[in-house]
């Protein structure tokens, strides 16, 4: 068979394609070269809790608020129980370049209990408490902005005690036709006496045994603005500015404050932001099973 002998025109579309292969082989690398370094993993949904990584000296706001940028360029953001469905996140790098970025948060839906017929005194709390109340209210706030540079919850989350569950983040009740605040704890309901632990390291910001709504109350510090609040304990057995470790015993389980039995309210917050403590620790169930040999 005859060979055909490249032309001009040959050699001509050869080096058209070679230089199309190495003008697309470059975009291909810029983009490469354009990856964001900003790293986001968590729980992108109301309640939830992300952890973000950027390069040192990075700022970032989300909607136009600043969020603190830790050691080793890790931030936390936190989502309320009724956060917006897209958030903006704005990213200012070192050498001034931006990068802005729309989180899309999953929303939920709550359970909404509508109870009526209860007397005035079970639904309002009486004038002469007010005064108390609203001062024990900004001792809670104090301890939840504390601004801790320490990571303590570095060693991860674990249930402060075993039980039913009772009560979960975000549900709300109507009494006598009043919505009152929805619920931003899990409910752990076992008997008196049962031990209640820290889920996680930090340091105890307060241990009060007998605040008007929560009775027995710890907060604890678990550094760059998290914290978690555990209520209605029958005894408290730690004090304010101990270091306490990730299952270390806090006090016991009771019905103290405004109760309707034994259990336990445990919540966590970033700042002032009511995260759900379900997404930081296994499904009760799993802690429950008998473990397998």
């Known amino acids: ?18 230089l199309a292969l190495s003008m697309i082989g470059r975009a291909m690398g810029g983009e490469r070269q354009k990856v964001s ?25 989300v909607d136009g608020k600043p969020v603190p940028v830790r050691q080793g360029g890790r931030f936390l953001i936190g989502f309320g129980r009724d956060a917006k469905r897209r958030v903006k996140l704005v990213a200012n790098f070192p050498g001034g370049r931006l990068e802005t ?30 005064k108390r109340i609203r001062s024990e209210g900004r001792q809670i706030k104090l301890a939840r ?12 989350f674990m249930w402060p005690a ?18 009152r605040r929805p619920h ?31 009775g027995g109350t710890v907060l604890i510090d678990h550094g760059y603005g998290l914290n978690s609040v555990y209520s209605h304990l029958d005894t408290v ?37 009511r995260l759900d403590p379900a997404f930081l620790v296994p499904p009760m169930k799993q802690v429950l099973a008998p473990k397998v040999r």
């Open 101 to 130: 970025r729309v989180l899309k948060i999953k929303k939920r839906r709550y359970r909404v209990q509508r109870i009526n017929g209860l007397p005035k005194k079970m639904v309002s709390p009486p004038a002469k408490v007010l």
């Open 162 to 179: 075993k039980g039913r569950i009772s009560g979960v983040y975000g549900s709300q009740r109507v009494l006598n036709g009043k919505p």
């Open 37 to 61: 370094p900003l790293k986001l993993t968590g729980q992108f949904v109301q309640g939830g809790l992300v952890t973000g990584y950027a390069p040192m000296g990075t700022r970032i706001s």
């Open 145 to 156: 902005l504390k601004d801790t540079n320490q990571p303590f919850f570095d060693g991860g």
């Open 237 to 273: 057995s730690i004090k304010p500015g101990m270091r306490i470790k990730k299952g270390g015993k806090m006090g016991t389980m009771g019905a103290t404050g405004r109760a309707t039995g034994v259990h336990l309210d445990w919540r966590v917050n970033l700042y002032l932001t």
């Open 184 to 214: 931003f704890g899990l409910d752990i309901a076992a008997p008196k006496g049962t031990p209640v632990v820290a889920a996680a390291a930090g340091i105890v910001r307060i241990a009060a045994k007998n605040l008007y709504f929560t």
């Open 1 to 18: 068979m005859k060979r055909r002998r490249l032309t001009k025109r040959d050699f001509l579309i050869a080096l058209v394609i070679v």
